[in-house]
């Protein structure tokens, strides 16, 4: 047995490398369109894997204009304007061009061209002359294939036990389900030794390991911004991959992994953003299945004057919150950390965990919540975070120090950067047992399976997920979809209408973000429904509709007060 170590969790502690207000050196340039496009949604092969193709019709989710490339014309005619600039990141989703621009006269000029929209200051980087990697090329994809599975081990999770437990994951195991065929993508800070370390070998040897991407630039003295190779990557793939039996098992340690670097450690600015969403974009293209992001934004300490406000926390103004949210539509479970603000002056969770239907993941210890966890609601009053799991007496491996017999020792950690791994885990063990649920289903059987479905709070959400309950409350289902009610107008200020094609509504039940039943109502059997909600106050609700076969749906709405 390795020797058990405690390292003490410390976060946001970096010294600030810019004074207040730097000048920007980098620019997120909006374009506004993509005519002339030599790419086609009737190809997408030329920058979607075969893949990430096959779930789309797996889902019928179709191929549309958002997916196409950004045109490569305009990006070779914003870099030809100086000869310093360099591109950074690409956003096909939101159509955004990242690039490195030191000469401020140039941006004016930028501006001018006749196929951009509008320009953003996002960082003040200083770079070497070239780039350490581009993000990866529009039309040079990978095809991910022949995913292999690796021989079965006798399950004893050794120190791993409790933080696999809380959620009955050990349970999902049981039943044969460890992630087999499911591929994780990893969104980082950096992945240090994860070729190398003897405890990730059982991984690289089976071909379970598909590759990583680094999407950051050469900053000039990169050492003196923590590095693009540190090992937070590292820890939290911890939490999922590993497969010690005695030591610790991993939430999904027969799934395959993908890494991606998207940020320095050393230095917050806007920009990450635009790596985060570069990031979650080689998710989608790869064809992966469940997306871990132990990453979030609220405050640029090295570029203030890109710093969000609370009533920004609403899924719409950041880049990568809403790269999230369009993931999550295109067959991705995507499991964000909600972050570790609980107090002040924050309190509320970060960009993307504020997208829209994706599963941001708080912090608990012995099932309480944990006063440095972020909570909600967010600006628009939706329910966050989504669950919650163990995120302070975490054991993970860890390389060891120098003179250690092993190249690593188990240690305790903790943060939401922790619990995360821990729900997209054993998110892709869910999935995997029941194949047949889109994304966008296996993330919402996830919150009804949480024991606070019912009653979520701005600490817990939903609460803590039960994923063997989510596994048997659904298996031998075949033909689930959500039932067929439509919500509208939204938002609302005086009366709700709701249409069910079957007619056969019993009851309405609508709750605040607090649990509270705020509005209770018998109705008709009829197809349209109209709801008074004229003295409900301003805010998000949660309605639930019980069905005359004693099924239950639930729908979501914002009152507005005009």
């Not at 955004?96 to 030191?102: A, G, I, L, R």
């Not at 090329?137 to 081990?153: A, C, F, G, L, R």
């Not at 049981?174 to 992630?179: H, S, T």
């Not at 056969?504 to 607090?514: A, F, K, L, V």
Request: with cysteine.
């Amino acid at each position: 047995m390795k020797r058990l170590s405690l390292i003490l969790f410390v976060f946001g502690l970096t010294v600030s490398l810019f004074g207040q207000n730097p000048s920007p050196t980098c620019y997120r340039v909006y374009l506004s369109d993509k005519n002339n496009s030599p790419y086609s949604i009737n190809n997408p092969s030329a920058y979607l894997s075969q893949r990430a193709i096959d779930k789309r019709t797996r889902f019928n989710i179709p191929v549309t204009e958002r997916d196409l490339p950004v045109n490569p014309q305009y990006k070779q005619q914003i870099l030809a304007l100086d000869s310093q600039m360099q591109p950074l990141a690409v956003s096909k989703w939101m159509n955004t061009f990242t690039v490195y621009c030191p000469d401020s006269t140039i941006v004016s000029q930028i501006e001018n061209l006749p196929f951009v929209d509008s320009i953003l200051a996002v960082a003040a980087y200083q770079l070497h002359e070239m780039p350490i990697v581009q993000a990866i090329p529009d039309n040079q994809t990978p095809i991910v294939h022949n995913i292999t599975t690796p021989s079965k081990d006798t399950l004893d999770y050794g120190y791993g036990f409790n933080q696999i437990a809380l959620h009955n994951g050990h349970l999902l195991h049981a039943e044969g389900f460890r992630g087999e065929g499911m591929l994780i993508a990893v969104i980082d800070g950096g992945f240090r030794g994860i070729e190398s370390y003897s405890y990730f070998q059982e991984l690289v040897n089976s071909g379970r390991y598909l590759g990583k991407y680094i999407l950051l630039p050469n900053l000039v003295d990169t050492l003196s911004y923590g590095g693009i190779e540190c090992g937070h990557g590292t820890d939290v793939t911890s939490a999922m991959a590993l497969n010690s039996p005695g030591e610790v098992i991993g939430t999904a340690p027969d799934a395959s992994y993908v890494f991606i670097v998207s940020e320095f450690q050393g230095t917050e600015q806007l920009i990450e953003e635009d790596f985060w969403a570069n990031g979650a974009e080689i998710a989608d293209s790869i064809g992966a299945d469940i997306l871990n992001s132990s990453l979030g934004y609220y405050n640029f300490r090295d570029f203030p004057q890109a710093n969000f406000t609370y009533a920004e926390l609403d899924g719409q103004h950041s880049i990568a919150s809403r790269c999230a949210t369009i993931l999550g539509e295109k067959g991705v479970v995507v499991c964000v950390s909600a972050g570790n603000w609980g107090g002040p002056p924050w309190y509320y969770v970060g960009h993307p965990a504020d997208a829209f239907d994706i599963i941001s993941v708080g912090a608990t210890s012995d099932s309480l919540h944990v006063g440095f966890s972020s909570i909600g609601p967010t600006s628009d009053g939706r329910v966050k975070p989504d669950v919650v799991a163990e995120g302070y007496y975490v054991f993970l491996y860890g390389p060891a120090p120098p003179d250690y017999p092993y190249d690593y020792w188990i240690y305790e950690t903790g943060g939401t950067s922790m619990s995360c791994p821990i729900i997209a885990g054993l998110s892709a063990c869910l999935w995997q047992a029941m194949p047949q649920y889109s994304s966008t289903e296996i993330m919402q059987i996830i919150r009804e399976s949480s024991h606070l479905y019912n009653n979520p709070n701005p600490e817990y959400g939903y609460g803590i997920p039960d994923f063997y309950k989510a596994y048997t409350s659904h298996v031998g289902i075949n033909d689930y979809k959500p039932l067929n009610i439509s919500v509208y107008p939204n938002p609302v200020t005086d009366k709700l209408i709701l249409t069910n094609t079957d007619g056969n509504i019993q009851s309405i039940s609508i709750y605040n973000t607090s649990g509270q039943l705020v509005l209770q109502t018998t109705v008709p059997h009829s197809p349209i429904l109209e709801i008074p909600v004229t003295n409900l106050p301003n805010g998000f609700y949660i309605g639930t509709a019980t069905l005359n076969n004693h099924q239950t749906a639930t729908f979501k709405f914002i009152k507005r007060i005009p």
